[in-house]
C-alpha cells in the first residue's frame, strides 16, 4: 500500500568497562614510570574501572606533580578505552 520500511532497530553501545587519563604537557619531564615526555598530549599509563575514579586518580596525581603557582602538567580528560583525547 504505502510502502512502509520497518524501523531500523538503534543499538546502544555498551558503557565502557575501562577509562584512561590523558595529560596535556607542557614542558619536557622525566616521569619515573614513563621516562622522559615531551610537550603534546600524552595517555596515562593505567586504567581505571570508571570516570569518576580516574578524574579522582588525576586530580591526584596533578596536586603531588605541579609545585604552587606553576603548571608543568594539566588533565586533558578521561577518555574510554580505545577512544583518543584529541
Not at 558503557?15 to 600524552?42: C, E, M, Q, S
Not at 579522582?56 to 606533580?65: D, M
Amino acid at each position: 500500500m504505502l510502502g512502509l520500511a520497518p524501523k531500523p532497530k538503534t543499538q546502544t553501545r555498551p558503557p565502557a568497562k575501562r577509562w584512561r587519563n590523558y595529560y596535556r604537557v607542557y614542558h619536557v619531564l622525566d616521569l619515573f614510570r614513563l621516562g622522559t615526555v615531551f610537550p603534546g598530549i600524552h595517555a596515562g599509563p593505567d586504567f581505571f574501572p570508571t570516570k569518576e575514579i580516574a578524574e579522582q586518580s588525576a586530580a591526584a596525581f596533578l596536586a603531588a606533580l605541579n609545585p604552587p603557582g606553576r603548571y608543568l602538567m594539566d588533565f586533558a580528560g578521561a577518555y574510554p578505552d580505545g577512544d583518543a583525547a584529541n
